[in-house]
Each structure stands twice: as C-alpha cells, then as structure tokens.
C-alpha cells in the first residue's frame, strides 16, 4: 500500500537524533558552524542540560524508532568519554533504537586517544567522521588546523581498529593547489580509507576569517571555476574506480558504508536536534516543523535550565517542504521523487521545465524519479532555479 504522504510523509526519510558539542580547541579560518573556543567546560552541567532536552524532545516523539544518532560539533571528540555513555544512555531510555542504529562521532585527528575511544566504543559509539581536511602540512596550517598528517593517519589507523565504520573528510580546490595535487592527494586517501570519504570543495563563506581576507582581496591563488569543475570530474573518476559511488554532491562510499545519518536529511525524515544552534525538523500531530535552538553556549544552557527554555520553533509551509527536499534529495544520486515533491509542496515541478533541463543534460527523469547528471551537479543551484522558476 502507497504511504500517506499527507500524515505520515517523514516516515520515508526516518528519524535521527542530532546533538551539537560546541567547543574546539580553535576556530578554523573556513568554518561557519557553531563552534566556540573556551578555556573550561562544566560537562557535568552540560550532561544534565542534555538529558533534560532528551527527555523534553522525547515526549513530543512517543513511540518513534531512532534508526541513527549523530555528535557533530564543534569537535565532539572534546567530550569525555563518560559524558557520551551518559547521553547514549539517556537515549536509550527515551526511544526504541533499530537494530542496526548508527551512533557516528565526528573527531578531530589531534583530539584523537586510544583510551578515549575505547571509552567511546564502549558506550555505544559505531562510526567516526575524522576531520583530516588535507594530507600535506603545509595546506594543513593555511586552513588553519594544529594536527599535522602524521597525526592524521594514527588518528584513521587507531579509529579502524577501534569501530566497525570510519570516515574522514578532505577539502580540495585550496589555495594555489594543482589539479595533479590534487588527484596525487586523493589517491593516498583512498588507499587509506575504509569505505566512505567525504570531499568538500573549499567555499568562502561570510563570517568566517576566510571570508573576511577574501573580501580585502588577501585570499589569493584559490582555483579559477573551471579548475574546480576539473577536480570535481577527477574526484567522480577516481573514486569510482576505487569502488565508491558518488551518493551525495561530496560523499562517497563502498556498498552499505552510506551515512544513514545525513541520508535523513537529503531525503527529508525528521531529526531532532539538540545542543547550541541544532536545527531540526519533527513532525508533530501531523504538522511538519522547523526548530532552532539557541546558537550561544551561555545562553543556550541557561534556556535549558530556566522557564524560557532554548529552542524556538515554527511550522514549515507546504511550499518549503518541497523546496527543501527538491534542494536536498537533487544532491543524491538516486533523487527525488516528483509524485512526492507535489505531495509535499502541493504542486507538481513543471514537465516543461524538466524537459528543458533533460534536453540540455542537466536533468534525468525515469517514471517519476528526477536525478542531476553529472553536469547537472556541476551546476546544481542554476539547475534547481530552472525548476523552481
């Protein structure tokens, strides 16, 4: 039977829990998420904060299998190993988990311990997301991180023999990088790698360092557009050679080493999300809603603990439910579903408008599922407006 997509829609993305560390031990110069530096953190008053919106979000989602959960940050890896068991714990109690639940912690090489991640495993912790960013110092300290490569290959090395899944993450089109640089550099990380890599090209957002030297014209040697168009093509070919399907615009992976996490998200399910700045998107009573918490950490604990509480809330209107999974799920490989998209948004996406994408290469349409190609992904915000027009 066809699922009601009027009730019931988030069902076909799944629920996850995301829970947001904010602290590092420096503020990366490209960074633009919600990450502080701080001297010292009461993680006793943070656990107890935790728990208290756990059980909180718990309520509002009686009944609810949790098929993932996700520390992201920040650098959660800061977090004592304790403190996670706690959290995990608290989790338990509020939902039933699937059988296969996903528990990833995103780390940093140089925060990396062979103690603590035991302690992690232990609690409950299956899959890690490694920062490594670059596999040469020198771009190492131009992005502004303090682990060197040295310290990032003990820090895979000790993560694949701790969980049963691991992943890290590499920023390329930097500055005065070649595009043979480039491949040389992801071929090392593929012959290190163990089933999922995530590959970012570096953007220049506003609020961050990078952002600000740009803007004074002192960000020099970053690669003209087509360079970068060049190295997203070889990063397609060569890690598809090595057995990884491009599932996501910058996510890569072996057979069934996909990030079920974010797959919630590019396909539109619900997550709560807990701690600073946590976005999230429940369905409640049959009615689909965005909520923020409060970015600040100060802040965000005293909301937590007083009656005024740290999320805000607000329902998402028929219109950006579809635009958003129209956003998210073109980034999959596998797309979306247009009999869905006019569930959603309650208009379907004109054929007109995917025919003009198909017949210029941008677009595929099967029945009624809608993939970029290749080039589509090159170009995917130009793509997206031509459908939304």
Not at 74 to 94: F, N, Q, Y
């Amino acid at each position: 039977m066809k699922p009601s997509f009027a009730t019931e829609d988030w069902q076909l993305g799944g629920f996850g829990l995301y829970l947001h560390w904010p602290f590092c031990q420096s503020k990366c110069p490209y960074c633009d998420f919600n990450s502080h530096v701080a001297a010292k953190v009461d993680q006793g008053r943070w656990e107890t904060a935790f728990l208290a919106e756990i059980e909180r979000v718990g309520a509002q989602t009686k009944g609810r299998v949790l098929q993932t959960i996700f520390f992201g940050g920040g650098t959660p890896s800061l977090m004592a190993p304790e403190l996670v068991s706690a959290i995990l714990g608290k989790v338990r109690e509020t939902w039933t988990l699937a059988n296969d639940v996903e528990i990833t912690m995103e780390a940093n090489p140089g925060s990396v311990e062979v103690g603590r991640f035991n302690g992690y495993r232990n609690a409950g912790v299956n899959r890690v997301s490694i920062g490594v960013q670059a596999l040469n110092d020198v771009d190492l300290k131009a992005l502004g991180r303090l682990h060197s490569v040295e310290d990032a290959k003990a820090a895979i090395k000790i993560a694949q023999k701790t969980f049963d899944r691991v992943s890290f993450d590499l920023i390329y089109a930097r500055q005065k990088q070649s595009l043979q640089a480039w491949t040389m550099e992801l071929r090392e990380a593929l012959a290190m790698a163990s089933g999922h890599l995530s590959l970012y090209q570096l953007t220049i957002e506003d609020g961050t360092a990078f952002g600000d030297r740009f803007r004074r014209g002192l960000l020099r040697g970053l690669p003209s557009e087509d360079l970068g168009a060049d190295m997203y093509l070889a990063t397609q070919e060569l890690t598809a050679a090595a057995g990884y399907r491009s599932y996501e615009v910058s996510n890569y992976a072996q057979k069934e080493q996909e990030s079920r996490h974010n797959c919630i998200y590019w396909n539109a399910g619900d997550y709560a999300g807990i701690g600073p700045g946590a976005h999230g998107r429940l369905t409640l009573d049959g009615t689909r809603y965005a909520t923020e918490a409060i970015a600040n950490p100060a802040a965000w604990l005293a909301g937590v603990e007083g009656e005024a509480g740290a999320e805000s809330r607000h329902t998402v209107p028929n219109h950006e439910q579809g635009l958003e999974y129209l956003i998210m799920g073109l980034r999959r490989d596998a797309g979306i579903d247009l009999d869905r998209f006019a569930s959603l948004s309650g208009n379907p996406v004109s054929l007109r408008k995917i025919n003009d994408l198909v017949d210029i290469g941008m677009v595929e349409k099967s029945e009624s599922r809608l993939t970029a190609t290749a080039q589509g992904r090159l170009v995917l915000n130009a793509v997206i407006e031509g459908l939304m027009e």
